[in-house]
């Protein structure tokens, strides 16, 4: 009886010295898989948790923040991450949308700064997506920005959010963003933009064909099919730098193709 009492104890002990191992093979296998990108996205879910500071002090609500981010400009679009990040509480995840060979440098960017502990995915823009849509003038290396047209397709970039907020890469936020999130639209209404206005310009808008604050310096209005658009040849035009986008409104609307047949008929 003894022996066997001895075998029970041994037998304890092996299977409690294994459990142990298998937890700890556990948590590198997470560590391994936070780090690795098979598909050159940023898995949210392997994200460093916030620190408890932090999240005693933010709430639940999550908000979609689009932002393109090219290599020439990283710096640009980590400063506006920045100042999202450090005047809210609210739960801000960041769709990072790029170029695939800026993946790498974006990511050291992030890893090296203060917003290590950012909720973020990056994502690789397809500049296929706009041949045949845009004009290419090969004389002019710099014609041609994909990542320019990435917030036209907002609903394939956070296909699971009702609502987003775009931002370009020269914007600093300086308040909590959830006060820009909670722009209420008008049913039908598919975002909400800023007027593009200065007023000294705008004093001169009708005169001034090609004002690029006003309609007249975008829109040929001896046209017919511009007439009947009904938009006054002084309004002021829209910044497209930052707005607000119902989703589902977008896609019911079909705004992305809407968007692709103006491209077209522009080239």
Not at 214 to 221: P, Q, R, S, V
């Amino acid at each position: 009886s003894v022996n066997i009492s001895i075998l029970i104890v041994a037998v304890v002990i092996f299977l409690l010295v294994l459990h142990h191992n298998f937890l700890g093979l556990s948590d590198f296998l997470k560590r391994e898989l936070s780090d690795s990108n098979p598909l050159g996205l940023q898995p949210i879910d392997f994200i460093p948790a916030v620190p408890q500071r932090l999240a005693d002090e933010r709430t639940d609500k999550e908000i979609s923040v689009v932002i393109a981010a090219s290599d020439e400009r990283l710096g640009g679009a980590i400063a506006a991450m920045n100042s999202i990040y450090h005047h809210t509480r609210s739960n801000v995840v960041f769709h990072i949308v790029t170029l695939n060979d800026t993946v790498d440098h974006l990511r050291l960017w992030l890893s090296n700064t203060a917003l290590k502990n950012l909720r973020y995915r990056i994502l690789d823009f397809d500049p296929r997506v706009l041949e045949g849509k845009v004009q290419v003038d090969p004389q002019k290396a710099d014609t041609l920005k994909p990542l320019t047209f990435a917030r036209f397709y907002l609903p394939s970039l956070v296909p699971h959010a009702e609502k987003a907020i775009y931002v370009d890469d020269d914007i600093i936020v300086q308040d909590d963003i959830l006060e820009l999130y909670n722009t209420p639209l008008k049913p039908g209404h598919a975002a909400a933009f800023s007027d593009d206005c200065d007023s000294t310009t705008n004093k001169v808008a009708v005169r001034g064909a090609g004002n690029q604050y006003n309609y007249i310096g975008f829109l040929d209005y001896k046209k017919e099919t511009i007439r009947k658009l009904a938009m006054k040849a002084n309004t002021c035009s829209f910044n497209p730098g930052v707005f607000v986008a119902n989703l589902t409104e977008w896609k019911w609307q079909n705004i992305t193709k809407q968007l692709e047949k103006w491209m077209a008929l522009n080239v």
